[in-house]
């Protein structure tokens, strides 16, 4: 358990993901100023619909690009870790930010069975998304969130990936949700040639 500054959003960063935010609230500006200071991370929990969600990730300021005179910041982050909230967020003292208790997800090893069943499948559905071949790295995805970064998915569906409870199970997820969106992209792809014969 451990106690860290909170910025919610309505977007989910994946780990290992980069992310471009414009920072306007003084909060978020003392926040940040913070973190570029002394190193520190911060987490971002997902909010939908106005509401605060469980999960979040831990990200890590990367570069600040632009600073205005008002002192609002254009910046990237990295997302390092999943995190599950364990309590409201609460002010944190001498701060303008939140932040709050939460437990920090440290799973490294993906495992190999698994990504070697994902990898084909990852190949095919962005070959026929693109209609041209694609080239990966011999060492992509590495991992799960490897993987959804390449998809390009919503934030809810990526909210859907970092709540579940290991790598084994999101790769399995991961898989089984392939296999639905390739079944449809090639059902579109045969309605769009029917379409072009008529």
């Keep these: 358990m451990k106690l860290i500054p909170l910025f919610p959003l309505d977007v989910v960063i994946l780990p290992s993901e980069e992310f471009y935010l414009h920072i306007f609230e ?62 409201p967020l609460k002010v944190i003292e001498d701060k303008l930010y939140s932040g709050a208790t939460v437990y920090i997800f440290n799973e490294t090893e993906s495992p190999q069975s698994y990504l070697l069943k994902l990898r084909p499948l990852l190949l095919e559905y962005l070959q026929l998304k693109k209609g041209e071949p694609v080239k990966l790295n011999s060492n992509r995805p590495e991992t799960s969130f490897d993987a959804a970064a390449l998809l390009n998915f919503s934030p809810e569906i990526k909210y859907k990936l970092i709540s579940l409870n290991s790598e084994q199970e999101r790769l399995i997820w991961l898989t089984n949700e392939l296999r639905i969106m390739l079944q449809a992209r090639k059902m579109e792809i045969q309605l769009d040639e029917d379409f072009y014969l008529n």
């Design 26 to 87: 003084p909060r978020y500006q003392q926040l940040i100023a913070e973190a570029k200071a002394e190193g520190i991370s911060f987490g971002i929990p997902f909010v939908k619909n106005g509401e605060l969600q469980g999960f979040g990730t831990i990200v890590k300021l990367k570069t600040v690009f632009s600073k205005y005179p008002e002192g609002e910041l254009d910046i990237s982050v990295v997302g390092t870790n999943i995190f599950k909230l364990n309590e």
